[in-house]
T-cell receptor, first 113, second 114 residues
Framework: QQQVKQSPQSLIVQKGGIPIINCAYENTAFDYFPWYQQFPGKGPALLIAIRPDVSEKKEGRFTISFNKSAKQFSLHIMDSQPGDSATYFCAASMTSNTGKLIFGQGTTLQVKP | ETGVTQSPTHLIKTRGQQVTLRCSSQSGHNTVSWYQQALGQGPQFIFQYYREEENGRGNFPPRFSGLQFPNYSSELNVNALELDDSALYLC?????????????FGPGTRLLVL
């Protein structure tokens, strides 16, 4: 019940394409869903986050779609660029868990020029 | 304002040894969380320290222990190292322990256990 399942494991798109990464969770107590971006040799960095009372959130070229009834959320990257090539992690946490983040397995994105 | 820093960057140990990893939190942050990231996996929560006290622990054995100092920097200690402890160890600092506080990650310490 503590797991967050992420797919696909890897993704290759052309520059300008819209990669979509999906995550699913079981525990309905989760109430905060961030996405992190990680470049090789670096720690994860927060990209964007959403709470379950909102169905969509946009920040620049990054959009989170959230489906509370299906217990799923996804990250869309508009007009993707080669610089977006990185590993993306979805995560979830709950108020009662002191901010402990439960991460998905990660998606390695390659954006070809 | 400096970000989260960790030392050392890389470390090689042999099975059975002990290791100490260090983390300096971002200025103004009083909470530090530690995560273990195995190759090709997402980070897994080890524990969190808030104002020098452990404030939550993941599914890790007692040989994983930690400290937080008055300046909010932190140490992760691992005793009796096992081969499976080989991983990237990440620390993250935040303004507080709640889930609404963004966690800022350091670059990690890569530990190899032979």
């Amino acid at each position: 019940q503590q797991q967050v399942k992420q797919s696909p494991q890897s993704l290759i798109v052309q520059k300008g394409g819209i990669p979509i990464i999906n995550c699913a969770y079981e525990n309905t107590a989760f109430d905060y869903f961030p996405w992190y971006q990680q470049f090789p040799g670096k720690g994860p960095a927060l990209l964007i986050a959403i709470r379950p009372d909102v169905s969509e959130k946009k920040e620049g070229r990054f959009t989170i779609s959230f489906n509370k009834s299906a217990k799923q959320f996804s990250l869309h990257i508009m007009d993707s660029q080669p610089g977006d090539s990185a590993t993306y992690f979805c995560a979830a946490s709950m108020t009662s868990n002191t901010g402990k983040l439960i991460f998905g397995q990660g998606t390695t994105l390659q954006v070809k020029p | 304002e400096t970000g989260v820093t960790q030392s050392p960057t890389h470390l090689i140990k042999t099975r059975g040894q002990q290791v100490t990893l260090r983390c300096s939190s971002q200025s103004g942050h009083n909470t530090v969380s530690w995560y273990q990231q195995a190759l090709g996996q997402g980070p897994q929560f080890i524990f969190q320290y808030y104002r020098e006290e452990e404030n939550g622990r993941g599914n890790f054995p007692p040989r994983f222990s930690g400290l937080q100092f008055p300046n909010y920097s932190s140490e992760l200690n691992v005793n009796a190292l096992e081969l499976d402890d080989s991983a990237l160890y990440l620390c993250a600092s935040s303004l507080g322990p709640g889930r609404q506080e963004t966690q800022y990650f350091g670059p990690g310490t890569r530990l190899l256990v032979l």
